[in-house]
């Protein structure tokens, strides 16, 4: 194998604000002329479908990748998992706002098994998902960069063998000419821009399963009405007909028992994927995942749910249908052997 730059992909912010804009072009215009990595500007990452043209060009990265986004890292990297972008996680010394770990806490956390399903055909490769939302600096992320780019002696193999799907070669050429969209982000009127941009993206909203934390316990899929999840072929949960959920709405995330359902967009941080504290999850969830009102995370969770099926024309349930069978009126707690008894029980059919 040769050696290789390392990979560096920004994705861009959803709206147009200007100061977000002008880090991305910085950033992009910093690398490009050090000419130590490869850059590149995608669309926001949570917007792009699997068959986009910036999500088939993620895919047709070989070697390790440090990615740029108005993300929490977390959600980033289970984001781009669920697309087919996968990589073992790269440790970045940059930390979210939220991300509030101090050393003896991470310390920790690396020694813990993990308790998850995890994910599947993981790559031989790593991922370093950092949050732009860190510092206002293009600096900051420039030292990072470099930082990672000096630990590491990439490794690549034939572009067109990482390639999933069928893009088109202009396709691609208008990630791997980063130049031309800085020029067509200042420009965007002209003609020769808007060849240079990639294809339009549309809001959306759809749950992410963080499958180093996911137990494939099913709670979600029982609590779900909307047929949002489904099973793989290996009974797996998965996230199947996301535009079957309902925009705003992250009940199920506020039932999961171990925090594994991320909505990357919503306001609270301990939805929206932040690490640090969030990630002990057994601390008064009744604030991190709870309404404003004083609500459980389930009573809220039930009342989200009645009120999207009431919008949907349907009759609300309130708590008689689905309710995640370790988490009424019980106190937050690990899975333990009990639980594993109590579910052997209730799938017998007496």
Known sequence: MAGKKLTVVISQSQGKNPQKRQLEEDLATELIMSGDVDASL??????????????????????????????????????????????????????????????????????????????????????????????????????EIKRISSEKAVQTV??????????????????????????????PETAAAANALPEPTKRRWYPVIDYSRCTNCMECIDFCLFGVYGLDNADRILVEQQD???????????VCPENAIIFPLHKTPAIAGADGEVAGLKIDLSKLFGGGEGLSPLDMAIQERDTELVADGREAVGASVGLPKRQDGQADQPRDDLDDLMDGLDALDF
């Open 42 to 143: 995608v669309p926001h990452l949570y917007d792009m479908s699997h068959d986009h043209t910036g999500m088939l060009f993620l895919k047709s990265v070989p070697g390790d990748v440090v990615f740029l986004s108005w993300l929490y890292p977390r959600a980033a990297r289970w984001t781009l998992d669920r697309a087919g972008v996968r990589g073992h996680e790269g440790i970045t010394l940059l930390k979210s706002e939220d991300d509030d770990f101090d050393e003896d806490e991470e310390n920790d956390a690396d020694q813990e098994e993990p308790k998850g399903i995890g994910s599947v055909d993981v790559p031989n490769r790593k991922l370093y998902c950092i949050d732009l939302r860190c510092d206002t600096d293009p600096k900051v992320f420039l030292e």
């Open 158 to 187: 034939g572009l067109m063998d990482w390639i999933q799907g069928n893009p088109k070669k202009e396709q691609l050429q208008r990630y791997l000419e980063p130049q031309k969209m800085i020029a067509a982000v200042k420009e």
């Open 244 to 254: 079957n959920c309902k925009k705003g709405c992250p009940a199920c995330s506020r």
